[in-house]
């Protein structure tokens, strides 16, 4: 009995040294062949992807922008380059922007962008208003991530006063040795007509005689509201029209409903409740003058008469 004991004992250590043996060994060592070709000259730069920001109208795909009145909106644009030859070997980002018409507007240096996750939420804005496929955000997260690609950026200002319509950006990406990548895209800077006044605060036409024309002159000069002007703050000309209510005073049945308003030459009998447009646009930048008179009829009472008139852009 003490013998099978043992050489069980001893089966059982020999099948535990089998087990373990294996687990125990080294893995042979792999050999991975390598690749390289030395062509003698670079390739050029490779742009990954291009988008502007800021997007304005989420209901429409890619970037929009709405000009400020009077002001500037600034937009940057975004790149992430990649070089078949390596990263290091990019030496220069730069764009062009261009008018609607075609005519160069800027030719601006781009900047990078360190570390790489300042440009992750600009990519994320970008898959956001439909500028950037989300596989094309993934993959190049990925490689900015590993140092594989860059990003840059560069910036320009859009004045109120620059036109509608879809502006071109071409970027371009040059090497050690001066090839050149290039990406082009489009952003729509849209159109807006602004009309700014002065007389906000009010026309008086002080005493006036019934059957004698008062007239409040205008100037352009906006910073003297009692002497009326117009001014248009967008980048789009548009018309004017004008709207007079009755003036009335204690006696509600007494009315003053006569006046005339002058724009650029052109001299519009109103009647109150009434809209009318002038003939003549007020163009973008420009700053003009208004005159308006009222005519008070023959036995009108003595007593103060108020009333309004609306200024707007004619549809």
């Known amino acids: 009995m003490k013998m099978e004991k043992k050489t069980v004992a001893l089966a059982i250590l020999l099948m535990a040294i089998v087990a373990v043996g294996p687990v125990l060994a080294d893995s042979p060592p792999v050999n991975v062949p390598t690749t390289a070709q030395v062509t003698g000259s670079h390739s050029p730069p ?23 009145p009077f002001g500037i909106k600034v937009v940057t644009c975004y790149m992430v380059v990649w070089d078949p030859n390596g990263p290091s070997d990019i030496q220069r980002v730069f764009i062009k922007v261009f008018y609607p ?23 994320d804005q970008g898959v956001t208003n439909g500028c950037i496929p989300l596989v094309n955000a993934t993959d190049m997260k990925e490689e900015l991530t590993e140092h594989e690609a860059r990003a840059f950026m560069a910036s320009f200002e859009m004045h109120h006063k620059q036109p509608p319509g879809c502006y071109k950006i071409i970027g371009y990406a040059v090497d050690t040795a001066g090839n050149t990548g290039t990406i082009e895209n489009e952003f729509t800077y849209y159109s807006l007509k602004f009309l700014a006044i002065d007389f906000a605060g009010g026309i008086n036409f002080g005493d006036i005689v019934p059957c004698v024309e008062q007239i409040v002159s205008g100037d352009q000069n906006m910073g003297t509201p009692q002497k009326p002007t117009v001014q248009n703050g967008g980048n789009d000309p548009f018309y004017i029209s004008v709207h007079f209510t009755n003036m009335t005073g204690t006696n509600l049945n007494k009315k003053i409903s006569d006046f005339d308003a002058v724009f650029l030459a052109q001299k519009i009998g109103c009647t109150a409740c009434t809209t009318y447009t002038f003939a003549n646009m007020l163009e973008v930048c420009h700053t003009e003058k208004m005159d308006f008179s009222v005519h008070a009829p023959l036995g009108t009472p003595v007593d103060t008469y108020t009333g309004t008139v609306t200024i707007s852009i004619a549809p």
């Open 46 to 68: 490779v742009f990954k992807w291009k988008w502007e920001l800021p997007d304005e109208d989420p209901f429409v795909t890619c970037t929009q922008v709405w000009p400020v």
């Open 101 to 123: 018409n075609g005519t160069e507007k800027y030719q601006i240096e781009a900047v990078e962008i360190l570390p790489e996750t300042d440009i992750f939420d600009e990519i």
